[in-house]
């Protein structure tokens, strides 16, 4: 799969949500200035979750062309040169994730038709599903903190409420019959 479509799609939604805020920046200001310290924590904690998970999408992109470039040059019964230019090396290509395959796929090259055993495939299949498992996990850990963020600021303002209810309540005098007066100044 390109990884240029799911990159593209990532910088429209950035860039739509970016246009929904800027429309509405009027009203979110006064509410996060309302506690600067925490809201910058959750602002900045979320554009580091996002620079995380473009950046994976942009690793990920030049292990794909490599397996689209060897697989054509695999299926064209490509003559032994064609495949000997495929160069298989991890720095040359960038490739991290699919480099124990290529290590191997490049042993197996000039030997006719590669193959690889039922137990091969599945040690490679799990190593490269336990890497790409290894770099959701960071995402995942950034949205649990972005969630646990939203919580805390959310009882912080409560807390907030919760205390100028009290300090309204204790201020308030009732004295006489005005029972009228007395709620309406509790409403205001």
């Not at 397996?67 to 032994?80: G, I, K, M, Y």
């Not at 959310?154 to 709620?183: C, H, K, P, Y």
Request: charged share 20%.
């Amino acid at each position: 799969t390109d990884t240029r479509t799911y990159l593209t799609r990532m910088v429209l939604f950035l860039v739509a949500i970016g246009i929904g805020v800027g429309l509405i920046a009027r009203t979110l200001m006064p509410i996060f200035l309302v506690n600067p310290l925490l809201n910058g924590a959750i602002l900045a904690v979320i554009a580091i979750g996002i620079a995380l998970n473009i950046r994976q999408v942009i690793q990920i992109g030049p292990e794909a062309r490599w397996l689209e470039r060897f697989h054509a040059a695999a299926n064209a019964d490509a003559p032994a040169d064609m495949l000997a230019e495929m160069r298989v090396d991890a720095s040359v290509d960038n490739i991290k994730l699919l480099s124990p395959m290529a290590r191997m796929l490049e042993s197996k090259r000039g030997r006719g038709r590669i193959t690889l055993s039922a137990q091969a495939m599945r040690t490679l299949l799990d190593g490269i599903a336990a890497r790409l498992e290894e770099s959701r996990d960071l995402s995942r850990y950034f949205t649990g903190l972005c969630i646990f963020l939203g919580l805390l600021g959310t009882f912080w303002g409560l807390l907030g409420t919760v205390s100028s209810i009290g300090d309204v309540i204790r201020n308030l005098t009732v004295s006489g019959q005005d029972m009228e007066a007395t709620f309406g100044r509790l409403k205001a």
